[in-house]
């Protein structure tokens, strides 16, 4: 009987939606990257219904795509979340935009630092995310996580990899019912400040996901920036 119990227990987990969540390895001298640490954290969860599978993407113009689009086409998730750090920021930072720019200020990790170059020749402009991000706004404040919706995702691989995504979910036969997203997290209390707990950035991040799964249509609800 357990090993029919357990056999029906793989089944069920095996049957179950994927969401995809990846992090960056670490980069610009630092030893570990929260990003990551967040996403491995939840690997293997059950968040409504849908089981996460965390994997890591390097830090590096073009291959970050490259690894990404192979997670896409080997898990066929339902949902996508991309983790990047934003050092200097105080809150997991909801990006509603990326961009069709590379503009290094630092090198990646293999020194590779485009300048005004795109992320897809002849791509849109930018594309909007597909998560309901005030929805997952106020999930995350309701919670007593730091949270705010973000403008801007930057220049550098965190963007390459929001507007890479999003056009790959855009474009590719199979995954336009895919919805993903991107969210920034700060450092670590040990890399610098302002900074965010470990515990907090998983907790924050299996919020947002369980809103992002539950939540079709986002709310009204004003997260605007003045600059």
């Excluded at 965390?54 to 996508?80: E, K, N, Y």
């Excluded at 990047?84 to 200020?105: K, Q, W, Y």
């Excluded at 707990?197 to 009204?220: E, F, K, N, P, W």
Aim: proline share 4%; glycine share 10%; charged share 15%.
């Amino acid at each position: 009987m357990a090993v029919l119990l357990s056999y029906s227990h793989c089944m069920v987990a095996a049957a179950l939606p994927v969401v995809l969540v990846t992090g960056f390895d670490a980069f610009g001298g630092d030893a570990l990257n929260p990003s990551w640490l967040a996403a491995q954290a939840l690997h293997g969860r059950r968040i409504a219904g849908h089981k996460v599978v965390a994997a890591q993407l390097p830090t590096v113009f073009g291959d970050s795509l490259a690894v990404l689009r192979g997670l896409l086409r080997t898990h066929r998730p339902a949902l996508v979340l991309c983790l990047g750090l934003a050092g200097g920021r105080a809150a997991l930072s909801l990006e509603r935009v990326a961009i069709n720019l590379n503009d290094a200020r630092i090198a990646d990790n293999t020194q590779a630092q485009p300048v005004d170059t795109s992320v897809v020749a002849g791509g849109p402009a930018a594309y909007f995310t597909q998560l309901p991000v005030k929805a997952m706004l106020r999930a995350l404040q309701r919670a007593g996580i730091a949270a705010e919706v973000s403008q801007t995702a930057g220049t550098f691989v965190c963007n390459h990899v929001f507007y890479g995504l999003m056009h790959e979910l855009a474009t590719r036969r199979g995954f336009r019912a895919v919805r993903g997203g991107f969210v920034h997290v700060p450092w670590l209390p040990d890399q610098g400040a302002p900074a965010m707990a470990l515990d907090d950035m998983v907790r924050g991040v299996a919020v947002a996901l369980r809103c992002a799964l539950t939540t079709q249509h986002d709310i009204a609800q004003g997260a605007g920036a003045l600059h």
